[in-house]
Each structure stands twice: as C-alpha cells, then as structure tokens.
C-alpha cells in the first residue's frame, strides 16, 4: 500500500517527514483525520432517508444503502490501515504490524534495501516485504538500522534486479472498489428504471474500471538482450530496440519521477514514478547507450 502514501501526501498532506527519538515509524497522526470524516460525511447522508423521507424515492432505498454502506466500507479499511500499520525498529530485527494480518518478526540478515523516489523499499530473494514512504515520521529509520546491521557483521547482501515492470499492485484495490460502488448499483437501476439517464450516466465509470482492470493484468514491460517488450492492456507485445530509446522523467501525475519512453522520438509508454524496477530500466537505457557510443567511436 505505498501507493497509498503516496497519493494521500501528494494531494491531501504536503509535509515533511519528522524525525524523533522514537524507534517506531507510523503514518502521520494528521492522516488518520481524512478517513474518519469520510466516514462520518456519509453515514450523515446514509441517515438522510430516515430523517428526511422526501430526500430520496422509497423505491430506491435499497441501493441508496447500498452504495452508501459501500463507501463506508472502504472509509474504514483505511482507518483501520492507517491506525494499525506500524514498524517498530530494534537492532537486529524489526516488527511489523498491518490491519488484517499477524504482526511479523523480520531480521535484518538478509534484506535487500533499494532507495526509491518515494522513499524506501525492503527486499528478502528478491520478494518485495515493505515499502516506507518518505511522508512518515522516521522514514530512514529502519534503512539506517539494517545498513548498521549489515556492516557491523560484514553481511553483504546481492541486489537482484527484476528485468520486469509490472502495474503497482495496490492498484487492484480500484476496479474491485468500482465494482462495489458503481457496477452493482447500476445493475439495481437497471432492474428498476430501464435505461435511464443514471444508468447512461454510469457508463463512463464502467469504461473507466474496465481500462483500469486490462492495464493491471496485461501490461508490463521487458528488457532484456538489448531489446524492451511492451504488453499492452490488451495483449499486443511490441518489441524495440534499446539503443533507440530514450526517456523524459516529470511529474505527470503525482510522482516526480513520472517517466515516459520514446522510441525514435515517438512515445512508446508512460511508467509511473513508483513502480519497481523503473530506475533499473533506466539505468538500463543508459548504460547499453553508452556502450553503443562507445562501439560507435572504436570503430
């Protein structure tokens, strides 16, 4: 859920991280505010029909609820995420505690550190364990004490680079979220109005989990042997060559470091700034380009 971070200190809570004497990183106290009164804005509008009949039709009361009881859901999800999710940090270990799962004793032998735009990520075999964003409190905590760690004991831990990017898979949370709040609901208003303006109205909303859902499964890119393979959301594979690519990383969207490929000058894909194995593409690009230069003036 790093994404999560991310989007709620890029457009809700633009601070810096502070640090203190604590040995636990946790998000924000600050944030916990905005889902909590998500929650209470819609149980308020949830009760509307009780205390004002005429504010709603009888008949749709059902999936008034419905949709409603739905967001309230997801409110609390991310109350109880934000309350719960916690890493205290020791010296040779770390516990980890996220909403809905058992807390976790990690020690520090063999984690993999990597130093993202977004802060940092935790790696064991190369099998993503955690992610610290540089919105919380003591965000350099824990990469300070593993690295502490590691030298005081002479541990030296291989980075295992993915030849891969993939979708962030937080993401998944949107179309099933959409599923809940506006395919359902449009269904009822189907069986109970026809084709009615909110049915027409909903279809955008459709299209839109739609893409989203094809992006998560299919698209992903490659590189490998001098060559980068983009999927694309509908399946298509399009190969092209390394020595002829070439990258503008900006803020597009909520990450500074956005990046989009171009391919002979033409734009071949968009990656957002967070997901894994971006800076490896990049660093990728570069050094296979120089090392085609360098061919180039040998020769």
Same mark, same amino acid.
């Given at each position: 859920?790093?994404?999560?971070s991310? =989007?709620?200190?890029s457009?809700?809570?633009? +601070? ?8 636990i ?12 009164l998500?929650?209470l804005?819609f149980?308020i509008?949830?009760?509307l029909p009780i205390?004002?009949p005429?504010?709603?039709n009888q008949?749709?009361v059902?999936?008034?609820? $419905?949709f409603?009881?739905?967001i309230?859901?997801v409110?609390?999800?991310f109350?109880v ?7 205290e940090v020791?010296?040779s270990?770390?516990? $980890? ?27 064991i ?8 964003s540089f919105?919380q409190d ?16 002479k541990?030296k ?6 030849n891969? =990017?993939?979708?962030?898979?937080g993401l998944w ?7 809940i709040i ?10 109970d109005?026809?084709l009615?303006?909110?049915f027409?109205?909903s279809?955008?909303f459709?299209l839109?989990t739609?893409f989203i $859902?094809?992006f998560?499964?299919?698209w ?16 298509d594979k399009?190969?092209?060559?390394v ?5 503008v990383?900006?803020? +597009?969207f ?6 989009t ?5 033409k734009k071949i894909? $968009?990656?957002m700034g967070?997901?894994?194995n +971006?800076?490896? =593409?990049?660093e ?8 085609e230069?360098?061919l180039e003036?040998?020769?």
């Open positions: 859920m790093n994404w999560l991310g =989007l709620l200190g457009i809700l809570v633009r +601070r810096k991280s502070k640090s203190n004497e604590s040995n990183i946790e998000y924000p106290t600050s944030w916990r505010i905005v889902p909590i998500g929650i804005v149980v509008i949830l009760l205390f004002l005429e504010f709603i008949d749709s059902f999936f008034f609820v $419905f409603f009881v739905s309230i859901i409110f609390s999800y109350t995420y934000l309350f719960i999710w916690k890493v020791s010296d270990y770390f516990l $980890f505690s996220r909403a809905f799962r058992k807390q976790q004793k990690i020690a520090y032998d063999n984690i993999e550190m990597r130093d993202v735009s977004s802060g940092y990520r935790f790696y075999d190369n099998k993503h364990i955690l992610s610290i919105y003591n965000y350099r905590l824990l990469d300070k004490a593993i690295r502490s760690y590691q030298k005081l004991n541990i831990t291989k980075k295992e680079i993915t891969i =990017l993939k979708p962030i898979q949370f949107l179309p099933f979220a959409s599923l506006v395919f359902i609901p449009t269904i009822g208003i189907y069986l109005e026809g009615s303006k909110g027409y109205i279809l955008p459709h839109i739609i $859902f094809l998560m499964a299919n992903k890119i490659v590189f490998k042997d001098g060559i980068i393979t983009k999927t694309t959301i509908i399946g399009k190969a092209y060559e020595q002829y690519v070439t990258y990383v900006s803020q +597009r909520m990450n500074p470091d956005d990046t490929l171009y391919y002979k000058g894909a $968009f990656i967070n997901v894994n +971006r800076s490896e =593409l990049l990728y690009i570069d050094h296979f380009n120089k090392f230069r360098s003036v040998d020769d």
